[in-house]
């Protein structure tokens, strides 16, 4: 008795299938594993400068915690079995201290966790369906797909744009800032400094977001990842530096790009008290008690040896490492922007963030420059349309590699260009 409606059948999630291709990333991966199964004496020549992955070590005194941890682990004494969901107090008191200071947030509105990719994901638990949602358009794209995925969007339309979604147009002219829309949302997601543009958002311009979050009684959720590559003393790192965000706004961190943590994992997300939601009933409810439900439910903390670490970021051994890292980085945006300037292309980002985002050479899409890079130049980027279709005729160069790379992505880009 098979039949589209039969009774006994696993039904899936249907909102998956509207999802477009692979993910960004592993599509990226998928031609780049194609160029090297077609041309095996070449695979060795590609420098990888795609997703936004760290290249350099652990700095030293994190992987002395890191191993302290482990040491502990290994004696009775010390051992630790599960610990706290929300992650154990001494790296929230720690984060507090060396991020928060002055901001009024307090170490039990810290959540620490595995992900901000996951912590953005999974944030969409706590709210319920027929949200407007804002997002920028270029834009992460894991904040569309899980939204897609928990059934807050329409179909996707011949540009890849969902129906039911709030898109906030990002170009030159306003710099790949969103303005304040005059439409409401409910739920607004900011990034800044910007993946993947690399821009960077002014007191005032976040004023002007927090003073619309409070007006339309929304929420900002603020992905502040890349906020260690800040070099403008006048910007601000945390949207809790702007009066009011406290009632208005949720916050993810990672210790991803500052400490190289992408392959420890290991990230927080700060939820105020004062933050609250709408109940069907019309009741407010603190979404700082439903984050710790879900996450106490459905997560149980990163592991032990791992929070050492990450608090080893904020010593002065480890501040003083951090930012000798962040400097190589920053030194490889610097060189990769002079190298798209000199070439004459349009190039914004890179001064405050570890993206480059330059416009494609006169005729060329995103996914032409893609492959010509991949197949003329053995380089991998990131094409600005895989971001949404305001980045095309852009791509993103991500500064995370050694300086030797650099350097040789450099000339090879000049040559390609020139
Ligand atoms: C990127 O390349 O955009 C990043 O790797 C994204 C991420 O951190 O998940």
């Given at each position: 008795m098979a039949g589209l409606h039969a009774p006994h059948m696993a039904m899936i999630n249907s909102n998956f299938l509207k999802l477009k291709a692979g993910y960004l990333f592993p599509e990226?991966?998928?031609?780049?594993?194609?160029?090297t199964t077609e041309n095996p004496d070449h695979?060795?020549?590609?420098?990888?400068?795609?997703?936004?992955?760290?290249?350099?070590?652990?700095?030293?005194?994190?992987?002395?915690?890191?191993?302290?941890?482990?040491?502990?682990?290994?004696?009775?004494?010390?051992f630790r079995g599960y610990g706290p969901e929300q992650g154990y107090a001494f790296l929230r008191e720690a984060i507090v201290e060396n991020q928060f200071a002055g901001m009024g947030i307090g170490a039990d509105e810290v959540f620490v966790s595995d992900g901000s990719k996951c912590d953005t994901g999974n944030i969409l638990d706590i709210f319920g369906p027929g949200n407007t949602i804002a997002i920028t358009d270029p834009v992460y794209p894991v904040y569309v797909d899980t939204n897609v995925m928990a059934g807050n969007t329409g179909d996707a339309d011949e540009n890849g744009a969902y129906k039911g979604l709030l898109y906030l147009p990002c170009t030159a002219e306003?710099?790949?800032?969103?303005e304040v829309p005059d439409a409401r949302a409910d739920l607004i997601y900011l990034c800044f400094p910007n993946n993947p543009t690399g821009a960077v958002a002014t007191r005032g311009m976040l004023e002007a977001w927090v003073r619309y979050a409070r007006e339309n009684d929304a929420i900002i959720l603020f992905d502040a990842a890349y906020e260690a590559f800040i070099r403008d003393p006048e910007i601000p790192h945390s949207i809790y530096e702007i009066d009011g965000a406290r009632e208005c706004a949720i916050e993810f961190r990672s210790f991803s790009?500052?400490?190289?943590?992408?392959?420890?994992?290991?990230?927080?997300?700060?939820?105020?008290?004062?933050?609250?939601?709408?109940?069907?009933?019309?009741?407010?409810?603190?979404?700082?008690?439903?984050?710790?439900?879900?996450?106490?439910?459905?997560?149980n903390g990163a592991s032990y040896p791992v929070q050492k670490a990450a608090a080893a970021v904020f010593s002065p051994q480890g501040k003083t490492e951090v930012k000798a890292l962040i400097?190589?980085?920053?030194?490889?945006?610097?060189?990769?922007?002079?190298?798209?300037?000199?070439?004459?292309?349009?190039?914004?980002?890179?001064?405050?963030?570890?993206?480059?985002w330059v416009g494609c050479p006169e005729g060329l899409t995103s996914w032409d420059m893609f492959d010509k890079m991949l197949n003329e130049a053995r380089i991998v980027i990131t094409p600005g349309s895989g971001f949404g279709s305001a980045g095309e005729g852009y791509f993103r160069i991500s500064a995370f590699n050694s300086r030797e790379n650099?350097?040789?992505?450099?000339?090879r880009l000049t040559a390609l260009v020139s």
């Open positions: 990226i991966a998928r031609r780049v594993n194609a160029f695979a060795g020549e590609i420098i990888r400068c795609g997703i936004g992955d760290v290249t350099e070590p652990l700095p030293p005194s994190i992987v002395a915690a890191f191993h302290e941890g482990v040491d502990e682990q290994a004696d009775r004494a010390t306003n710099q790949f800032v969103a790009k500052n400490g190289g943590f992408t392959g420890v994992r290991c990230a927080f997300t700060v939820v105020p008290k004062t933050v609250t939601g709408k109940a069907a009933d019309g009741t407010r409810v603190p979404l700082h008690q439903l984050w710790n439900r879900r996450q106490s439910t459905k997560f400097d190589h980085y920053m030194g490889n945006a610097a060189l990769l922007r002079e190298a798209c300037l000199a070439l004459g292309l349009k190039v914004f980002g890179g001064e405050n963030a570890p993206y480059v650099v350097e040789e992505v450099c000339r």
